[in-house]
């Protein structure tokens, strides 16, 4: 008898270590999509139950973050301010005024989760039932100026209906009643009614609420967006849409009409010609993509950009030759037509002078440098030099210097760059044409100008004295 037993204990072992590795390499798919939090901001009008009558409306908020344990029950927590008064008729007449602080944490079950007709429901009916802590002072009965300060551990319990909008936002309408634990839970009211027939034992708080919630959070960790909280999806919505999917696979059908190796349901072509090669899609196969199959093609692999004939052969143009590029160009080359410059079109530097000086400096040259090339890259134009000054000498002496001054820049177009003399036109201007309207010494104003000839003649030397070498005195008036 006692073997029997062995036997069959060791039967039983070995059975069930079968089915555990059974289990161990079986693979589990989950209907449990990862999703998203839920926070919440909460308004309500608290209020104080106990040994003094609440006096509405008292004003209180709040702030909630929720997370779904599975399809029917979530986890929340949350804190809640609220300000409130009590307040009893006459000749009873005893008042208090309470402030509220309290944070919480709740198990929550939505009730009608357990149906699985819609994808989502539109209306959640929640429970919930939680622990907390709380914070309140309180004024003493009949308006005392001072304030006593109360806590302790709370346990809370409630009911509310949930409004779905959309994905990201529902509406709550909850009603919470919350309790505070030991010799403090009938001090909510200040008042704890000794020698009075009514209860001594507890007060309670009690708050309805409207509740604004907005589902956040973006994708898992594969990359897929997360679903909304659980407890406003089906449980069976994973499991239905893996059904319906099964459901849509076609049935295998075997069938080759054309012969060409591949069946029917994928085949593209299912009447391609006998003998004829395919790619996987049951194709006749183009390798060249010149639209002649290859079964037909005389030239497979034709070379690409050319067109083919009938035989899918490419019609492949003569090579060309060194004389026909150099003909091609020299007709590309003639039919160009290069714009004629307009004289207004040319834009000539300034050459500025020292005080009282007509030398050219040497920073200058490459001004006059780039004058004489104009000139010599377009022969038909004539240049004007103009010569100018500022106003510090007499009015006949700025002339001479003006002239000095156009006349070196023109001398030196000549005799440094090689300009022909009779492309140059000198005029003078004396202290008339100032560019800065500045009394005294200005470098801008002591210039040379050049610009295209429009109708301009030589101008002579102006009469007086030499200007430009030396020093001066005296005054502008007297003529220095």
Same mark, same amino acid.
């Given at each position: 008898m006692t073997v029997r037993k062995f036997t069959f204990a060791l039967l039983l072992t070995f059975f069930g270590l079968g089915l555990a590795a059974q289990e161990a390499g079986s693979t589990y798919r989950s209907f449990t999509p990862a999703d998203q939090w839920e926070i919440g901001v909460d308004l309500g009008t608290p209020m104080v139950l106990g040994d003094i009558d609440a006096k509405f409306p008292g004003f209180g908020g709040g702030l909630h973050v929720r997370k779904s344990l599975g399809h029917v029950f979530s986890v929340r927590a949350g804190g809640v301010y609220g300000a409130?008064?009590?307040?009893?008729?006459?000749?009873?007449?005893?008042?208090?005024?309470?402030n509220?602080?309290?944070?919480?944490?709740?198990?929550?079950?939505?009730?009608?989760? $357990?149906?699985?007709?819609?994808?989502?429901?539109?209306?959640?009916?929640?429970? &919930?039932?939680?622990?907390?802590?709380?914070?309140?002072?309180?004024?003493?009965?009949?308006?005392?100026?001072?304030?006593?300060?109360?806590?302790?551990?709370?346990?809370?319990?409630?009911? !509310?209906?949930?409004?779905?909008?959309?994905?990201? &936002?529902? $509406?709550?309408?909850?009603?919470?009643?919350?309790?505070?634990?030991?010799?403090?839970?009938? $001090?909510?009211? !200040?008042?704890?009614?000794?020698?009075?027939?009514?209860?001594?034992?507890?007060?309670? &708080?009690?708050?309805?609420h409207l509740s604004l919630n907005f589902n956040i959070g973006g994708k898992d960790k594969a990359g897929n967006k997360k679903s909304e909280p659980l407890y406003w999806a089906d449980p069976m919505a994973s499991a239905g849409k893996a059904i319906s999917d099964l459901e849509k696979r076609p049935i295998y059908d075997p069938t080759d009409t054309d012969g060409d190796g591949i069946i029917d349901t994928i085949d593209d072509e299912d009447n391609s010609p006998a003998?004829?090669?395919?790619?996987?899609?049951?194709?006749?196969?183009?390798?060249?993509?010149?639209?002649?199959?290859?079964?037909?093609?005389?030239?497979?692999?034709?070379?690409?950009?050319?067109?083919?004939?009938?035989?899918?052969?490419?019609?492949?143009?003569?090579?060309?030759?060194?004389?026909?590029?150099?003909?091609?160009?020299?007709?590309?080359?003639?039919?160009?037509?290069?714009?004629?410059?307009?004289?207004?079109?040319?834009?000539?530097?300034?050459?500025?002078?020292?005080?009282?000086?007509?030398?050219?400096?040497?920073?200058?040259?490459?001004?006059?440098?780039?004058?004489?090339?104009?000139?010599?890259?377009?022969?038909?134009?004539?240049?004007?030099?103009?010569?100018?000054?500022?106003?510090? !000498?007499?009015?006949?002496?700025?002339a001479v210097l003006s002239y000095n001054r156009a006349k070196a820049a023109i001398d030196m177009l000549v005799s440094q760059y090689g300009v022909d003399r009779k492309r140059l036109i000198l005029n003078w201007a004396g202290e008339t044409t100032n560019l800065v309207p500045e009394k005294g010494t200005s470098s801008i104003n002591r210039r040379v100008e050049f610009r295209v000839v429009k109708g301009e003649t030589e101008m002579a030397r102006p009469a007086g004295k030499e200007a430009g070498k030396g020093s001066f005195k005296g005054n502008k008036d007297a003529g220095y």
């Open positions: 409130m008064k009590n307040e009893n008729a006459a000749p009873d007449s005893r008042t208090s005024e309470t509220w602080f309290s944070g919480s944490g709740q198990l929550v079950m939505t009730v009608n989760n $357990l149906r699985f007709d819609k994808p989502y429901r539109k209306v959640g009916l929640n429970v &919930f039932g939680g622990l907390g802590y709380s914070s309140f002072d309180v004024t003493n009965p009949s308006g005392a100026a001072t304030s006593e300060k109360y806590s302790g551990a709370t346990v809370e319990v409630g009911a !509310g209906l949930a409004f779905r909008f959309n994905s990201k &936002f529902n $509406l709550g309408l909850e009603y919470t009643v919350a309790q505070v634990l030991g010799s403090n839970g009938d $001090l909510l009211d !200040g008042d704890q009614n000794v020698g009075d027939n009514r209860t001594t034992y507890r007060d309670a &708080f009690h708050w309805p003998g004829a090669r395919v790619d996987t899609k049951g194709v006749t196969l183009d390798s060249d993509g010149d639209k002649v199959p290859n079964y037909m093609d005389k030239e497979p692999f034709s070379p690409p950009g050319y067109t083919v004939n009938k035989d899918g052969v490419a019609q492949v143009p003569k090579p060309i030759t060194e004389s026909d590029v150099n003909r091609i160009v020299d007709a590309k080359i003639a039919a160009i037509k290069f714009p004629t410059p307009q004289s207004n079109e040319w834009f000539f530097p300034m050459v500025s002078f020292a005080d009282n000086s007509f030398d050219v400096r040497y920073n200058e040259y490459e001004k006059l440098y780039q004058v004489a090339t104009v000139l010599k890259n377009n022969p038909n134009i004539k240049v004007v030099a103009v010569g100018h000054t500022d106003d510090r !000498g007499s009015e006949g002496y700025n």
